[in-house]
T-cell receptor, first 113, second 114 residues
Framework: AQSVTQLGSHVSVSEGALVLLRCNYSSSVPPYLFWYVQYPNQGLQLLLKYTSAATLVKGINGFEAEFKKSETSFHLTKPSAHMSDAAEYFCAVIKANNNDMRFGAGTRLTVKP | DAGVIQSPRHEVTEMGQEVTLRCKPISGHDYLFWYRQTMMRGLELLIYFNNNVPIDDSGMPEDRFSAKMPNASFSTLKIQPSEPRDSAVYFC????????????FGPGTRLTVT
């Protein structure tokens, strides 16, 4: 079965610093991969998704992620963190032949002034 | 579009009472998902529907939980009787039928069972 592993349940960066949130997937078939963000007391909001069209995917709010098949990774990055980026981030995977989405455990991002 | 709508946003009930959570998916979406989120277990898929038919309910914790989708624009998740360990945030999400399509989440219902 497909799954995702998010390395680091908490990440703390300074405002203006690089954000790197790690996600590794396991899937026996080419997957669809997603990053979602959850702000306090809200539902999950899609940041970006990979559907095999391009390995570097750009999302909202300046985030991007790169699909690396050789490393089975889909890490999320942002060049310069903003205070408003503080939230919980979830990596998710869907196998190519169904709609059953599996979420990682989440990474809480803290941005220090 | 108004997005996925859930009601109520907050529910506080006593142990043993019946709880009904409601969801209206985005119009035109064929799939509807119910999730539960807790600190201990993270985000768990409970059940999902395709064209109003339950496809996979293996995530439903026990017989106290039931879900229905009587039509394309409405679904309910019922807990009867409720227990304190059911306290969580319950999310509804919907998506289009194409494989790999993203899911759109509602704002969630925060359930507290005392």
């Amino acid at each position: 079965a497909q799954s995702v592993t998010q390395l680091g349940s908490h990440v703390s960066v300074s405002e203006g610093a690089l954000v790197l949130l790690r996600c590794n997937y396991s899937s026996s078939v080419p997957p669809y991969l997603f990053w979602y963000v959850q702000y306090p007391n809200q539902g999950l909001q899609l940041l970006l998704k990979y559907t095999s069209a391009a390995t570097l995917v750009k999302g909202i709010n300046g985030f991007e992620a790169e699909f690396k098949k050789s490393e089975t990774s889909f890490h999320l990055t942002k060049p310069s963190a903003h205070m408003s980026d503080a939230a919980e981030y979830f990596c998710a995977v869907i196998k190519a032949n169904n709609n059953d989405m599996r979420f990682g455990a989440g990474t809480r991002l803290t941005v220090k002034p | 579009d108004a997005g996925v709508i859930q009601s109520p946003r907050h529910e506080v009930t006593e142990m043993g009472q019946e709880v009904t959570l409601r969801c209206k998916p985005i119009s035109g979406h064929d799939y509807l998902f119910w999730y539960r989120q807790t600190m201990m277990r993270g985000l768990e898929l409970l059940i999902y529907f395709n064209n109003n038919v339950p496809i996979d309910d293996s995530g439903m914790p026990e017989d106290r939980f039931s879900a229905k989708m009587p039509n394309a624009s409405f679904s309910t998740l019922k807990i009867q009787p409720s227990e304190p360990r059911d306290s969580a945030v319950y999310f509804c999400a919907s998506s289009l039928s194409q494989f790999g399509h993203e899911q759109y989440f509602g704002p969630g219902t925060r359930l507290t069972v005392t």
